[in-house]
Nanobody
Framework: QVQLVESGGGLVQPGGSLRLSCAAS????????FSWYRQAPGLERELVAM???????YYADFVKGRFTISRDSPKNILYLQMNSLIPEDTAVYYC????????WGQGTQVTVSS
């Protein structure tokens, strides 16, 4: 079955970096697009970045120039490299794909605080 498992979250100081990973299984990874979303307490889930099967990317304005989405198709892993983190980036981060319906991972917590 389709599985998405995020990892790599944690506590980081402002200005620091983290790399999130999303390990995928149960489908043809190289044929689908992926996205990263985040949800902060009390707020709606929002799109952070997307990458399609041709490696074309899209970023929300609030992460442009700081975050990079990428994929390693031989390893079936999606990444989100996050640099220059700010407290407002604190949220649970989710990876998502769409096959016959949307599939979500369980999320990984990112906390940016001094």
């Amino acid at each position: 079955q389709v599985q998405l498992v995020e990892s790599g979250g944690g506590l980081v100081q402002p200005g620091g970096s983290l790399r999130l990973s999303c390990a995928a299984s149960g489908f043809a990874f190289e044929l689908v697009g992926f996205s990263w979303y985040r949800q902060a307490p009390g707020l709606e889930r929002e799109l952070v970045a997307m990458i399609n099967s041709a490696d074309v990317t899209y970023y929300a304005d609030f992460v442009k120039g700081r975050f990079t989405i990428s994929r390693d198709s031989p390893k079936n892993i999606l990444y989100l490299q996050m640099n220059s983190l700010i407290p407002e980036d604190t949220a649970v981060y989710y990876c998502r794909t769409y096959i016959d319906r949307p599939y979500w991972g369980q999320g990984t917590q990112v906390t940016v605080s001094s």
